[in-house]
């Protein structure tokens, strides 16, 4: 079941000099005491994508006197548990800046896992890209009802690559785009990722739209399952132009990690994925 928007009744609200109101972090009902400082660093610590916040927020963090967690949403189902936590703290120039940590349990081994977001826009979409299915053991079959073999996979997911993405309206957003533009890239792994060219011309982004391409799970080496995901990012600048990222996201390595590769043309992410799904 899906409860979008529940929050706690209480809230906890530890000042650095250890004083505090009724209430605990959600994920750590550790010391009530404990200072905003520990709390930060627990937080950032345990987030795989700690290192895309952007520098201006985790300085900005630095000046934390107080904070306050809440549950913000959950998802509980037979194959995945999700929830979204709000953390809120009080800054010592007096405004309040918040993160938005996602929680799940859709990593390769089922372990919980913790992720951070400025944006709750971005949270909800990171929640999307989640697999809701089991990615073990499944099976498809032919229209005359045999079961598909590998290449049969391989083949459809070919097909399907080759799709052209439909039309849709786009609605850009300003959010900090540049940012998020740098970020977007900053996580790509692949060696032909954009360059320094790139880079720069997106330094000018002011609004972004992000569209989900694709997304599949099928068999690669081993006869394991990997997901497939590609998003265009799609940038408007100041001059009027317009500039689009592809960014391919895959399990498709030796060991089942995450993997994020970027590309500057839709024709080369979609040969990527296709790369990816062949490697035996």
């Not at 928007?5 to 972090?25: A, I, M």
């Not at 790509?188 to 569209?211: C, Q, Y």
């Not at 030796?254 to 790369?275: F, I, L, N, Q, T």
Request: proline share 5%.
């Amino acid at each position: 079941m899906s409860d979008p928007g529940t929050t706690l009744s209480k809230h906890q609200v530890t000042c650095g000099d250890g004083l505090e109101t009724l209430l605990n972090d959600p994920q750590d009902p550790h010391d009530p005491y404990e200072t905003t400082e520990a709390h930060l660093e627990r937080l950032l610590g345990r987030a795989l994508n700690s290192f895309d916040l952007p520098d201006s927020t985790v300085e900005r963090l630095g000046t934390a006197l107080a904070h306050s967690s809440a549950l913000h949403s959950s998802h509980h189902s037979a194959s995945l548990h999700r929830t979204t936590h709000r953390h809120t703290y009080l800054l010592a120039d007096g405004s309040a800046l918040s993160l938005w940590e996602l929680v799940h349990n859709a990593g390769r081994d089922g372990t919980e896992q913790h992720e951070l977001y400025t944006e709750e826009s971005e949270a909800r979409l990171a929640a999307s890209r989640l697999p809701t299915g089991p990615l073990q053991g499944w099976t498809a079959e032919r229209s005359d009802g045999r079961v598909l073999d590998e290449d049969d996979d391989l083949g459809l997911l070919s097909a399907l690559l080759a799709r052209p993405i439909p039309a849709q309206p786009r609605m850009y957003v300003p959010d900090n785009s540049a940012d998020h533009a740098r970020r977007v890239l900053r996580r790509a792994e692949n060696a032909d990722r954009p360059g320094e060219r790139t880079a720069r011309r997106l330094r000018l982004a002011f609004a972004h739209h992000i569209t989900q391409a694709f997304g599949r799970h099928c068999a690669v080496e081993g006869g394991r399952d990997a997901g497939f995901t590609l998003y265009e990012h799609q940038f408007l600048l100041l001059d009027g132009s317009e500039v689009s990222l592809w960014e391919v996201e895959h399990t498709a390595t030796p060991d089942g990690r995450h993997m994020c590769e970027v590309y500057e043309d839709e024709h080369a992410a979609r040969g990527a994925m296709e790369s990816r799904s062949r490697v035996r």
